[in-house]
């Protein structure tokens, strides 16, 4: 029924680029605030990043300022994240996730809809 699916992980090498993107099926996201979390191994899932329905506001972790960017289409759907002079750091299993009516945030307990994640993999 209604999901988000993440595609276009992959494994890079260090200074490589990926983009991420993130579709909805059975309900539309048109209305909601869009967010990328990550969750590396052994560690708890943070935010990465997030964007507002109208797409004119975004927020960015600090660790990926300058390097990722999130956007979505004239429909405002779907959701991508681009990443640009990727890390080892940056090794995770990457997740969206949507969050009708609120604010952006990356407090995951706010976010009603979430993908089964895409893994990510830098490494030389």
């Known amino acids: 029924q209604q999901q988000l699916e993440e595609s276009g992980g992959d494994s890079v090498q260090p200074g490589g680029s990926l983009r991420l993107s993130c579709a909805a099926y059975?309900?539309?996201?048109?209305?909601?605030?869009m967010a990328w979390f990550r969750q590396a191994p052994g560690k708890e899932r943070e935010g990465v990043s997030c964007?507002?329905?109208?797409?004119?506001?975004?927020v960015y972790a600090d660790y990926v300022q300058a390097r990722f960017t999130i956007s979505r289409d004239n429909a405002k759907q779907p959701v991508y994240l681009q990443m640009n002079s990727l890390k080892p750091e940056d090794t995770a299993i990457y997740y969206c996730?949507?969050?009708?009516?609120?604010?952006?945030?990356?407090?995951?307990?706010?976010?009603?809809?979430w993908g089964q994640g895409t893994p990510v993999i830098v490494s030389s």
């Open positions: 059975g309900f539309f996201l048109e209305y909601y605030n």
């Open positions: 996730a949507a969050d009708y009516g609120q604010l952006c945030s990356f407090v995951s307990d706010e976010y009603d809809y």
């Open positions: 964007i507002r329905p109208s797409g004119d506001t975004t």
